[in-house]
């Protein structure tokens, strides 16, 4: 649309990959109300922050942010805080930031158009859900900035609440898109040139089809069937929900990528019980036990928490040791952080943060072992990877494989693989989080 008015905005983004997407529907907004982007604060009439709350380290960056920028208000500018902090802490934002004049939970976007009218006119305003809402916010003005791996959310919100998570408070309640429009825009995406898709939700596999027409592992398996995509990925999964269904549709759809992510946050059943996790260490594990006999050989990540109120020594262990059982690909480690309006706040023995670095320091140690022999097991085969980009530094050139790893590779000077394009590199060379390789011609 025409930048008639000289409207402008920037836009930062902190946090998981669902708000990165949130961020890129956000944008493809503005833009159809006849804002334009642009790359730095000084430029812009508009300030937005799309924040997280996941941890209190998270959520301190925006209040960081929002005190650095203050003295611009005098110019003019506005500013807006989106996003989960946004949700959780409501009109308490202009209290401490009262140069703020927007606070929009992401529940509320779908009303971002009145919104920016009411600023436009000197007005502060607030989109603030309570947990029940039903609305997704779909858009067809999604300004996505890779051209090759495109989001897709399918399903919103949380009603697991793990007792040490904000998630259900600051992003409502549950509710999937019909498999319907998610196929119509898998379709639309491969139609553009998109060769990578990948489903977005709190717990993807926790998907209801509003229209009772496909589970998850069919939508799944649907989506790899289009034509034009090469690859599909999803995140997050949650162990309870997790289905043999889901690897069945893997061994059967070479397009669904070799890699699932299915946070076990701890190894202890008893921490589990505590922290409402739904299923014990022998359920978790019985659920990796299926990923280990998939036809093809899947890569498995996991989210860990370490320090959750009560942790022994033992337990942590425990999850050491589940660790070591597992031999995972990839870890996410976590210092337990105590959240607002979750029942984990309320339990008594906090572990002092010095033991919880402690913890998280030898949990990452040890990892880093099983990732080095991981990617061992790698080297000499010949991957197919997407082109991601070029180190230029290193004259090297970045893919990643179907299990999610990234490979850096060296080419002929006759040939340049294109950003977005599938190349087949052998691989001859590894570390604990990446390997290395050379292309084939
Ligand atoms: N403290 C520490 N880590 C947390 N996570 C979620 N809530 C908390 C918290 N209060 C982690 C979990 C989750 C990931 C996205 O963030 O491991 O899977
Ligand atoms: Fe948070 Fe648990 Fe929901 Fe994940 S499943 S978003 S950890 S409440």
């Known amino acids: 649309m025409a930048d008639s008015s000289g409207k402008t905005f920037y836009l930062e983004t902190f946090g998981c990959q669902m708000n990165v997407h949130d ?24 300030i937005l922050y799309n924040t997280c709350s996941i941890r209190d380290k998270a959520e301190q960056k925006v209040f960081h942010r ?11 500018k506005r500013f807006g805080v989106l996003g989960c902090v946004a949700q959780q ?17 992401s529940a509320s976007y779908r009303n971002l158009p009145q919104m920016l009218i009411q600023i436009e006119a000197g007005k502060r305003v607030t989109g603030l859900d309570d947990r029940e809402t039903d609305q997704c916010f779909e858009t067809e003005f999604t300004a996505r900035t890779n051209p090759h791996r495109g989001y897709i959310t399918i399903i919103e919100g949380c009603d697991k609440f793990c007792a040490y998570c904000v998630v259900p408070f600051t992003r409502g309640k549950e509710r999937s898109r019909t498999s319907d429009s998610v196929l119509a825009e898998t379709r639309q995406m491969a139609d553009l040139g998109y060769s990578e898709i990948q489903l977005l939700g709190q717990n993807v596999n926790s998907y209801k089809d509003p229209a009772g027409k496909r589970t998850f592992a069919e939508l799944l398996a649907a989506v790899g069937q289009v034509p034009g995509i090469k690859r599909v990925r999803f995140t997050t999964s949650h162990p309870r929900d997790f289905g043999r269904d889901i690897i069945e549709a893997i061994d059967a759809v070479p397009t ?37 006999v998939a036809r093809r050989e899947i890569s498995i ?7 959750f109120p009560g942790e022994t020594e033992a337990e942590f262990e425990e999850t050491l040791s589940l660790l070591q059982e597992v031999e995972y690909d990839g870890i996410f480690g976590f210092k337990y ?17 010095a033991e919880k670095s402690r913890r998280l320091a030898v949990m990452n140690e040890m990892q880093r072992e099983i990732q080095r022999k991981r990617n061992q097991n790698q080297v000499g085969r010949t991957l197919e990877v997407m082109v991601e980009g070029k180190n230029e530094a290193r004259g090297q050139w970045i893919g990643r494989t179907t299990q999610n790893k990234t490979l ?7 040939s340049t693989p294109a950003v977005g394009s599938y190349v087949n590199v052998v691989t001859t060379g590894c570390f604990p989080n990446s390997l290395i390789g050379e292309m084939v011609v």
């Open 23 to 46: 961020s890129e529907k956000v944008i493809g907004t503005l833009v159809a109300e006849g804002y334009r982007q642009v790359p730095t604060v000084e430029e812009a009439g508009l």
């Open 301 to 307: 990540t996991s989210d860990v928490i370490v320090g």
């Open 256 to 292: 669904l990528c070799d890699h699932v992510h299915l946070p076990v946050q701890s190894g202890s059943t008893r921490v589990l019980d505590a922290m409402q996790r739904l299923y014990t260490r022998d359920q978790y594990l019985e659920r990796i036990g299926w990923m280990k």
């Open 66 to 76: 929002l005190a650095d920028y203050k003295k611009l208000q005098a110019q003019g």
């Open 408 to 414: 850096n590779f060296a080419a002929n000077k006759a």
């Open 89 to 105: 802490e409501g009109e308490k934002i202009f209290e401490r930031a009262p140069h703020v004049s927007i606070v929009c939970g």
């Open 337 to 353: 952080s105590p959240r607002p309006n979750t029942p984990s706040l309320a339990m008594e023995d906090a572990i002092p943060d």
